[in-house]
């Protein structure tokens, strides 16, 4: 009898684990199967998303944070301050981030959007346009040595006509192309310190240029072609640009120019 019991639940979990309904109910519930369902998948997601929607929500310290002049405190610390439009930050606000940043201006939708001015934890800040937390359009960078470019932004990056003034009355003109000098007039300073000034074209060396050794010394005055030095062009000089006045300049400015690569070697200077 117990056995005649047995060999029929066997043939009723046999037939439902072979059934269509099981292996579906199976495969939307088994995220890590080889199958990787779409269903698992969306469920997982939605609890993920679940968890940081309930345990991820910021703190209301003046105001109701919703559409009025309010103080918020985000969970990792961050602040803002300003007006809000549908809980979200818009119009004009301050933000103080955990690690020092701080922002001043105009908000869109919870992002940084129109004029405003961003200072970096290093002392160093921009003050120009802004497109949806990009610094984009017209703005000056400043560092804190006194170093300023000024000119266009597009994606976090100068773009177009720059002009870049370094300690020292030095000034250099040229067109930005995603952050480094592409035509014109410029600075390029590299990792090891050493520098070239000089023309620029089509982002390469081009035209009359000064390589400069990390202490100083000059180590080739003269014409550039395509990134390359010409031979022969060593004796030639042109006034402002690899005399020894300027070159005494930019090694007094040595540990202050280096800052200066953050802009022109595509960085985003924080």
């Known amino acids: ?13 046999l037939l439902v684990r072979e059934s269509f309904v099981f292996k579906k109910i199976i495969s939307f519930y088994t995220p890590f199967s080889l199958k990787r369902s779409l269903g698992s998948f969306a469920i997982l997601l939605f609890l993920v998303g679940g968890y940081y929607r309930i345990f991820d929500d910021a703190v209301c310290l003046e ?9 918020i405190q985000f969970r990792n610390g961050d602040i803002y301050q300003g007006t809000f439009v549908d809980s979200k930050p818009q119009g004009f606000g ?5 690690k020092g940043d701080y922002y001043q201006g105009s908000w869109f939708r ?6 405003g001015k961003y200072v970096y934890p290093n002392g160093t800040e921009y003050v120009g346009d ?30 177009g006509q720059g002009v870049l003034s370094l300690p020292g009355s030095r000034k250099f003109i040229g067109y930005y192309q995603k952050g480094s000098i592409y035509d014109g007039e410029g600075v390029f300073i590299y990792s090891d310190g ?22 100083g010394i000059v180590l080739f005055r003269g014409m550039w072609e395509n990134d390359q030095k010409v031979p022969g062009s060593q004796p030639f000089d042109r006034p402002g640009i690899g005399s020894s006045t300027s ?20 960085k985003k200077g924080n």
């Open 63 to 71: 105001g109701n944070c919703k559409d009025s002049l309010s103080k």
């Open 194 to 215: 050493s520098k070239y000034l000089g023309s620029w074209k089509a982002g390469m060396r081009h035209g009359f240029g000064v390589l400069v050794a990390p202490g």
């Open 130 to 159: 802004f497109t949806f937390n990009k610094k984009e359009g017209t703005g000056i960078f400043k560092w804190a040595d006194g170093s300023i470019l000024e000119g266009s932004w597009i994606g976090d990056h100068p773009q």
């Open 110 to 115: 919870g992002m940084k959007h129109g004029k």
């Open 247 to 266: 070159v005494d300049k930019l090694e007094e400015g040595k540990t202050r120019d280096k800052q200066t690569s953050k802009t022109i070697k595509k």
């Open 1 to 13: 009898m117990i056995i005649r019991i047995f060999h029929f639940f066997n043939k009723v979990f």
């Open 94 to 98: 301050a933000f103080w981030s955990r």
